[in-house]
Nanobody, 122 residues
Framework: QVQPVESGGGLVQAGGSLRLSCAAS????????VGWFRQPPGKERDFVAA????????YYEDSVQVRFIISRDNARNTVYLQMNNLKPEDTAAYFC???????????????WGQGTQVTVSS
């Protein structure tokens, strides 16, 4: 099985940028989708972005389409989420996951990381 491991969260001012990393531990991402989800305090976990590891096709939630970029590094077996022009409403715990099926649906993901906190101050 594959274990996603997130890193790169932190505190940033509104308008700033952060890059999250999701490295695969145990095996490669192989034929999985790799997705990012976020969960603000007291709210549900929502889809942010995903990438099909096999062909690089990407998927985005509408509110982040222009500001966030998901990418992969095959050699490093790592997926990145570049987050630009961050807003206070982007504050959440961000989770990386690997799965198959519908890339925008949390139910499709089998392997989840521990999460990394992103806090955007106004």
């Amino acid at each position: 099985q594959v274990q996603p491991v997130e890193s790169g969260g932190g505190l940033v001012q509104a308008g700033g940028s952060l890059r999250l990393s999701c490295a695969a531990s145990g095996r490669t991402f192989g034929d999985y989708f790799v997705g990012w989800f976020r969960q603000p305090p007291g709210k549900e976990r929502d889809f942010v972005a995903a990438i099909d590891w096999s062909n690089g096709r990407t998927y985005y939630e509408d509110s982040v389409q222009v500001r966030f970029i998901i990418s992969r590094d095959n050699a490093r077996n790592t997926v990145y989420l570049q987050m630009n022009n961050l807003k206070p409403e982007d504050t959440a715990a961000y989770f990386c996951a690997a799965g198959i099926g519908m890339p925008t649906m949390a139910q499709s993901y089998v392997y989840w990381g521990q999460g990394t906190q992103v806090t955007v101050s106004s």
